[in-house]
């Protein structure tokens, strides 16, 4: 497997960071135009608490490099737009405020993160002519091919509705990032494993993928279950595992921006495991080796 940071260091000729930045949209699975309350998965930050407040861009981007000052001398960032749907609402407005920050001349890469079912004609339009003056990497939060779990955890949109978004992204020559999550409930190892083969076949297929554990975060709706009635959630050794296989299944040519994922730790509830961030990516590099692939910790 390809690692993103040297891939980047490579074609860029430094480190580049990622600077975690808000456009102002929300979610049609949060207001009502699919559903309320979003996934079950999902934060009332839409996934965004490290991102930056609202407010005027050039401001948001300022105060993010800001705070990355002391792990980083790097002069040079990616753009990523993690909360909620960042191609939901006025499609000329988002363009303004996009073009507006990949015509900077220290970002290099604007990362969206969005909905396979925000994707209109317009929407597509908008991102060709934005990836025609630099790269545009979208952000699909897949996280798992079985629609019994999509549809468990609210996610709204049935699998055949990714692939037709992956299809199109792919024609205009856009990179494709997917999200996939580990621990999903009533999914087996298997259907996680399952998941991870789905993505390996497709072609075209995804540019590179993130994997993380399931968070259950207070102030969602997982998170009201769980503290009702806990559920069994995959332990360190179970996930590990998991993401070592899949990292065997995957093709090389596929690029791994994420092994795990840590959630707010002010509002996580489970597992406790997950805030050993460290531990966790030693632990696949462990397993890697075991397994005689090649072994790597991302910190991307």
């Not at 980047?8 to 559903?35: A, H, M, V, W």
């Not at 990497?137 to 055949?160: C, F, K, P, S």
């Not at 072609?203 to 009201?224: A, C, H, V, W, Y």
Request: glycine share 8%; proline share 4%; aromatic share 6%.
């Amino acid at each position: 497997m390809k690692k993103l940071s040297d891939i980047l260091k490579q074609q860029y000729g430094e480190k580049i960071f990622k600077i975690c930045l808000t456009s102002g949209c929300t979610c049609p699975n949060r207001d009502g135009k699919i559903s309320l309350g979003g996934c079950s998965f999902c934060s009332e930050g839409g996934s965004g608490e490290f991102a930056s407040a609202p407010g005027d861009i050039d401001t948001q981007i300022e105060e993010a490099k800001e705070r990355i000052r002391n792990k980083t001398s790097a002069s040079r960032y990616i753009a990523y737009f993690q909360s909620f749907t960042n191609t939901y609402g006025d499609v000329e407005t988002l363009e303004k405020l996009y073009e507006r920050v990949i015509r900077r001349k220290d970002i290099v890469i604007l990362s969206i993160g969005t909905r396979p079912d925000c994707l209109g004609e317009d929407v597509l339009e908008m991102l060709r002519r934005l990836n025609e003056i630099k790269p545009v990497w979208i952000e699909l939060g897949l996280q798992t091919m079985h629609d019994e779990t999509a549809q468990r955890v609210n996610r709204g949109y049935q699998l055949v509705v990714f692939e037709d978004a992956l299809n199109r992204l792919k024609s205009l020559g856009i990179q494709v990032i997917v999200h996939v999550i580990f621990g999903l409930p009533g999914e087996t190892r298997e259907d996680m494993l399952q998941t991870i083969r789905y993505l390996a076949a497709l072609s075209p297929g995804p540019d590179g993928i993130k994997l993380q554990m399931l968070n259950i975060l207070r102030g969602t709706e997982l998170g009201r279950q769980y503290e009702e009635n806990p559920f069994p959630l995959l332990s360190l050794e179970e996930y590990t595992d998991i993401a070592a296989e899949s990292i065997s299944i995957l093709p090389e040519e596929m690029v791994i921006h994420r092994m795990t994922g840590d959630g707010p730790g002010n509002i996580l509830i489970a597992p406790d495991w997950v805030r050993n961030k460290k531990k966790v990516l030693n632990t696949i590099s462990r397993k890697l080796k075991e397994k005689n692939e090649v072994s790597f910790t991302n910190k991307c």
